[in-house]
């Protein structure tokens, strides 16, 4: 799989601080826009219960 583009989240609002993603050979890639050269490459499983996590308020103690 080749890289793709970088995607916006669409929560983002139309400033500079957005949540964009994508495709790294065969794992994902999310970006603060605005700190463009750091990227935090994961896989799919990994973010997805990442995400399981943070909509289910595991992390809300960080808060």
């Known amino acids: ?4 583009e970088w995607q916006k989240s669409s929560f983002s609002g139309n400033g500079g601080d957005c949540v964009e993603i994508r495709t790294a050979d065969s794992l994902l890639e999310l970006r603060e826009s605005d700190e463009g050269h750091l990227a935090l490459r994961t896989n799919p499983a990994v973010l997805a219960s990442l995400l399981h996590g943070v909509k289910a308020g595991e992390f809300d103690h960080h808060a």
């Open 1 to 4: 799989m080749a890289n793709t």
